[in-house]
């Protein structure tokens, strides 16, 4: 089973930019589709971004769109999650997730069709 591993958080400024990483070990992430999904105190967990196994497809939340985006370097066996112009709201534990199950417009954010998940990396936008 694919262990994966978030990096990247930290304090960052409104409008300000971090790139986090979804690293995984126990497999190699070019077989699945992988996602980034973010949990805000008191809030759900939900979906940010998710990425085919190829690459060749993206999916963003209305949220972010225009200010993140998703890639994958499968020989360095990452995902990442670049985050410019990031807002307050943005503030969470940011997760990375993969998935077997083909990615549609409809399904790329349902948390249980996620087969693992990272243990989450903090992200807090504040002045």
């Known amino acids: 089973q694919v262990q994966l591993v978030e990096s990247g958080g930290g304090l960052v400024q409104p409008g300000g930019s971090l790139r986090l990483s979804c690293g995984a070990s126990g497999s190699t992430l070019d077989y699945y589709n992988t996602g980034w999904f973010r949990q805000a105190p008191g809030k759900g967990r939900e979906g940010v971004s998710s990425?085919?196994?190829?690459?060749?497809?993206?999916f963003y939340a209305d949220s972010v769109a225009g200010r993140f985006t998703i890639s994958r370097d499968n020989a360095k066996n990452t995902v990442s999650l670049q985050m410019n112009s990031l807002k307050p709201e943005d503030t969470a534990v940011y997760y990375c997730?993969?998935?077997?199950?083909?990615?549609?417009?409809?399904?790329?954010?349902?948390?249980?069709?996620?087969?693992?998940w990272g243990q989450g990396t903090q992200v807090t936008v504040s002045s």
């Open positions: 997730a993969v998935r077997s199950k083909f990615l549609y417009d409809y399904n790329w954010d349902r948390l249980n069709e996620y087969d693992s």
């Open positions: 990425i085919s196994s190829s690459g060749g497809r993206t």
